[in-house]
């Protein structure tokens, strides 16, 4: 050891001494710091004193099927929410994903309910109904990539204007009413499965997750994702086109919101101009409780699925033990208030270590 | 010095404006294989504006640019970086929240075999290996190859910003400010690697402020000032004083 300068030429001395103090120290002190800041690990603890404090107050809480219709409600949600993961990893916000849902399923619902009253059975017309939905979905995401490589709006402009269009044609569409008609046998879909937890929608969502997960975690889509919010010039540099990868982020994300329309509109068994409304705020504050940086750059998949699923649960619990439901903005807003500021606390430790 | 006659890496009469403000004005400019180009002006003299033109991060408004003698107009940094030709970036070129290996890698990640490489899937350990391998013959503060880069200090930052362009270069390597954030023993070590890119055969563009490391690395120096060419002169033309006196317009440079 000939320089006893700071990390920088420390680390450069090869090889290092055996039970070299101060690197084990800081690697310890890493670890444990690393386990604290996990948000995933803290969000788990969350859930899990959650369905304790419901399940003391009203036993019912802890059933199967309050559980299974937690993972009903969660579905859609989650859906849209990992689509918006990916967005706000770019470093980007979709607003328009509560409206996109909704349109969706609103023109799934009017074309499910013509083939269906033209004598078409059942299965043929939903699997039509869910091409449309995923259809519309990605067509809303690929204007709202022209407004922003194009038309050069930032995201929240973009999807601000989608969002309040989105809303709007639905209600020209319908008339403000519920679009019924479609498949008979379209709303059994979604009960669960054995009287269990699951429900094949439900099933259908977590396989989309899981491979979600994979995309943005172990794949290149995902690592052009968290380059171009960690340094959109430097993705640039390195040959990627961030606009081309942008555009196919909006695109994924509308796809998303168009699976979660046609989950709805299985839920609801018909369309409805209301279904997704403000279904956006839920997906946004999933992904942030879930510990995406709305900054971009960083954020889970797993974490996002977490957010959904503790976002469900004080819903569910707060009806269940019978407290107004006016409570649930509350609730949520105070989930969302700590899951930025542990953020923040773990941006300020980060910065300490550097 | 030069390996051959005709130049590696060449711009030709190189005009480029933004909306009103002239940045490059019939800027010429070579490179030879072996070669170490210094390029220096103050600050807005339009070395940024060369560098990303040089590095296809922006086009020309005009003016020509040759690899090996053949026109080319970039499209997209892709294009440059396909053809081996490496840009080191003041400040901006990793992406904080990647790990060491994930930005060295970055553009160009190696997928694991089968159906599941074609679909993007990343062999991240043998990138991890790999990039440590490349960061450690670069020596220059080598990093752990699986943290993020925004837990490295400003050294180890700019090592492997440079070991990347380094282990990728194929053609020129373009260093803008490469010793930034060093301390003298590092920034001495870069500029022994920029001595082994030459000696590799690769043309070298070397931007700084530092001119002691100027003098003393570069062939041929290239003086920017207000977005012209003023002097392009063999480094042995140069000294402290002389060069200072072209950077800052107390020499005269009118013939």
Known sequence: MATREPVATAEQQAPPSPGNSPKTAERRAGRFGRLVSNQQFILV????????????????????????NILVQWAPIVMIAAGETFVIVTGGIDLSVGSTLTISSVVAAFAMAGLTGSGWADGPTLVVGAIVSLGIGGLVGAVNAVLIN??????????????GAGAGVALVLTKGGPIAGGPPSASGLSATIDNGLFSWPVL??????????????????????????????????????????????YILSGLFAGAAGFILYLQLG????????????????????GGASLAGGFGKIWGTVLGALILETVYSGLTIINIDPNWNQVAVAILIAAAASLQALRGIHLRRKA | MTGTDAPLYEVRNIYKNYGSVVALENVSLAVHAGEVLGLVGDNGAGKSTLVKVLSGAHSPDSGEILLEGVEHHWKSPHDVLEAGIETLYQDSGLAPNLTVSSNVFLGRELTVKGPLGKLGFLAQKKMDTIAHEDLERVRIGVAKSDRTVAELSGGQRQAVAIGRAVSWARKVIILDEPTNHLGARQAGEVL?????????????IFISHTLPHVLEVTDRIVVLRLGKVVRDEPTSEFNAQTLLGTITGLISTQP
Not at chain 1, 150 to 163: C, H, S
Not at chain 1, 275 to 289: C, F, H, M, W
């Open chain 1, 204 to 249: 259908f969502v977590i396989v989309i997750l899981v491979i979600a997960g994979l995309f943005l975690h172990k794949a290149r889509f995902g690592r052009y994702t968290f380059a171009v919010g960690g340094n959109a010039f430097a993705a640039t540099a390195s040959g990627i086109s961030v606009k081309r990868h942008l555009a196919k982020v």
């Open chain 1, 150 to 163: 194009v038309a050069k709006l930032v995201p929240f402009v973009a999807t601000l204007a989608t969002l």
């Open chain 1, 45 to 68: 603890v969350v859930l899990v004193l959650l369905v304790v404090v419901f399940t003391v107050i009203n036993p019912i809480f802890f059933s199967v099927s309050a559980a299974g």
């Open chain 2, 192 to 204: 022994d690697v920029i001595r082994a890119a030459k000696a590799k055969g690769l043309g070298v």
């Open chain 1, 270 to 289: 018909s369309g409805s101009p209301s279904a997704g409304t403000s279904d956006e705020l839920n997906a946004i504050a999933a992904v942030v409780i």
